[in-house]
């Protein structure tokens, strides 16, 4: 299983971006994703997660805000993000849950900051 994101970077408030995560090695379909941050000193806290079904649930901190949503032809997961905040910066990560096993991606960055 490898996940690998990207999409991270600086943004003002108030700006958008589109964190992908391009998975491999098992059959992405068919199985739950989500995404995960971790600011520093923080412990990882869920953000937003979709079945294989497309059923979507969300953080309240980030309900409205972002839409997380998936490609299976691609076999990539997609974060987007609207009216970002500064406490939105974090490490965010990429999450593949297989029949509860969990595996990570290495994360990418996102700071929000004028």
């Known amino acids: 299983v490898q996940l690998v994101e990207s999409g991270g970077g600086l943004v003002q408030p108030g700006g958008s971006l589109r964190l992908s995560c391009a998975a491999s090695g098992f059959t992405f379909s068919n199985y739950p994703m989500g995404w995960y941050r971790q600011a520093p000193g923080n412990q990882r806290d869920w953000v937003a997660s979709i079945s294989s079904s497309s059923s979507t649930n969300y953080a309240d901190s980030v309900k409205g805000r972002f839409t997380i949503s998936r490609d299976n032809a691609k076999n990539t997961l997609y974060l987007q993000m609207n009216s970002l905040k500064p406490e939105d910066t974090a490490v965010f990560y990429c999450?593949?849950?297989?029949?509860?096993?969990?595996?990570w991606g290495r994360g990418t960055q996102v700071t929000v900051s004028s």
């Open positions: 999450n593949a849950n297989l029949w509860g096993l969990q595996y």
